[in-house]
């Protein structure tokens, strides 16, 4: 959804790069393409100003005169900025102290309210809460048919004693099912209201009267990010007349400017708490602003990334696929095809690949990537025998003509998929010798490495025969420059700020990372 405001964000920071100090003209001219760029991503006009007015009162400060990198500097105060806009921290869920926990979801119709009801049960559930969905749309054809459906996907129950279809009493409905909770001991009851194409006093009317028959803890808003400006309009109307506690975002993966999300906040005080960015309902988390915020200024975000890997993989199943890894440096096809599977269930791998910092850069390449790549792979594995996944140099190439064949590939594909496991096999094993990745520095800690042992705590006896090539220098402080000023040229092609803009270096701890002396940290500053 933000593509574009990243893209026009990187480009302005690019202007930025390899100046000492920064001018009063080098302020304006970046401030004014940040107004561009977000008047060109939809986001409300107010919000623009003071954003951007903000921006330039910080720039002109001593945080940035007086900084080494004042491009960095910038980055950072743009992304301090845009976390304000978003909401500034995390606004969790307020649990009610005695009995259920009430959370009434209001919105228009369209916005997604019953889908997500659902998500949002199922993400309850996952955090330990019992909770049920009450059936409060009794307008929209089919709307607690289709609650129920999506109640019995996510194995959540669904209170529904009215038919719906525009028959029935969603106030009635709304306060029943406080009792139901309590006599089913359910400790989280979510309502989905109705919604209408607009705003109209009888829908506000009705939803007002459902707040005041339940009380709820929590009113979420839901609102589609994709409408625009229209949004923050809609739900400043929602606000005045019904009140509500937080925001919910669904939506979110669409191709939209994304405005909205940057100027609900702000609008109308009230935090985003939720967003929804996909299909399946497990696209569904809190919503922070600081991730979002770093995703926009293309530096990741790593954290939802590990929450998602430590929720997605086996525990047991890792942790024995890197130990067979770190003892031996052997893997077999069988280990490929299980860690394929664990990727798997993080979801779409452009997905999983843009939560890497600097990665907007191959966004065009992300976006066009083939998911089906991944079962073309699988199917290849697959079509191989025990034998030949334990020890694949077994697939001469009437065997790899059979696979091809049993997997419905090309041998070409069959030859490719077994060259490229030899290359890695080959890539880690150098590792695990000491030699490292070709072309990058060796890593302290890793066998064969100055001060490291062997797995067990026991050094290596012999050291693998080195091939011939660019030696490396045996000064220990030049390779370490040298080394270090490879990683910094690699980060400044890429184009991304890595780490936090405007940290000093602790050069102690750097110099420990290396596995150099303490005294020798001198020489890398």
């Known amino acids: 959804m933000f593509a574009t405001l990243s893209d026009r964000l990187a480009e302005t920071f690019k202007h930025l ?58 980055i950072k105060i743009v992304n301090e900025e845009l976390v304000t806009i ?57 709307a607690v048919q289709q609650l129920q ?89 929602f606000l005045d007349g019904v009140g509500y506690d937080g925001v919910v975002l669904t939506k979110l993966d669409g191709d939209a400017r994304g405005g909205a999300a940057l100027s609900i906040a702000s609008i109308t005080g009230k935090p985003v708490m939720f967003a929804s960015a996909g299909e399946k309902m497990t696209d569904f988390d809190l919503f922070h602003p600081d991730r979002m915020a770093s995703r926009i200024l ?84 697959q079509s191989m025998t025990p034998r030949e996944r334990d020890n694949p140099k077994l697939i001469d190439g009437s065997r790899r003509a059979r696979i091809a064949k049993g997997s419905g590939r090309q041998v070409s594909d069959v030859n490719q998929l077994v060259d490229r496991f030899f290359e890695a096999k080959k890539m880690m094993q150098s590792m695990m010798r000491g030699g490292g990745v070709p072309g990058m520095p060796g890593m302290p800690g ?17 050291q693998a025969p080195k091939k011939k090539g660019k030696r490396a220098s045996g000064n220990p402080a030049k390779a370490a420059l040298e080394a270090a000023a490879a990683m910094a040229a690699a980060a400044e092609k890429a184009g991304n700020p890595f780490g936090n803009p405007g940290e000093d270096v602790d050069y102690e701890k750097a110099a420990a990372a290396l596995d150099l002396p303490k005294d020798f940290s001198k020489f890398l500053k």
């Open 446 to 462: 890793m066998p064969g490495m100055p001060g490291a042992g062997a797995i067990g705590g026991k050094r290596q006896a012999k």
């Open 17 to 74: 790069r390899g100046k000492g100090k920064l001018s009063e003209a080098d302020i304006d001219a970046t401030a004014r393409e940040i107004r561009i760029a977000l008047l060109e991503a939809d986001v409300a006009l107010p919000v623009v100003k003071d954003f951007v007015g903000a921006v330039k009162e910080r720039a002109r400060s001593e945080e940035v005169s007086g900084a080494l990198n004042p491009a960095q500097q910038i």
């Open 149 to 237: 459906v999506n109640g019995e996907r996510v194995g959540v129950p669904v209170f529904a004693p009215e038919a719906g279809n525009g028959v029935g009493d969603p106030v009635g409905v709304a306060r029943a099912s406080i009792e139901e909770a309590k006599r089913k001991l359910h400790d989280v009851v979510i309502i989905d209201t109705a919604g209408r194409l607009g705003v109209d006093a009888e829908l506000m009317k009705q939803a007002a009267d459902i707040r005041d028959a339940v009380q709820p803890d929590e009113v979420l808003f839901v609102v589609d990010a994709m409408i625009g400006q229209d949004a923050v309009t809609t739900a400043q109307l």
């Open 298 to 381: 293309d530096m990741g975000d790593m954290l939802t990334l590990i929450e998602q890997a430590e929720k997605s993989f086996d525990e047991t199943e890792s942790r024995k696929a890197a130990e067979k890894l770190l003892q031996t440096g052997d893997f077999n096809l069988d280990d490929i095809i299980k860690q394929m599977q664990q990727l798997r269930k993080l979801g779409s791998m452009s997905k999983i690949m843009g939560m890497l910092p600097g990665m907007g850069q191959f966004r065009e390449q992300l976006e066009n990537f083939d998911e089906k790549e991944i079962d073309r792979i699988q199917a290849i594995i």
């Open 86 to 142: 978003l909401g500034g921290e995390t606004r969790r869920l307020r649990y009610a102290k005695t009995g259920p926990t009430v959370i009434m979801l209001a919105g228009l119709q369209g916005a997604g309210k019953t889908t997500l009801a659902a998500k949002l049960a199922l993400w309850l559930k996952d955090q330990g809460k019992t909770p049920i969905l009450v059936a409060a749309d009794l307008q929209r054809p089919n």
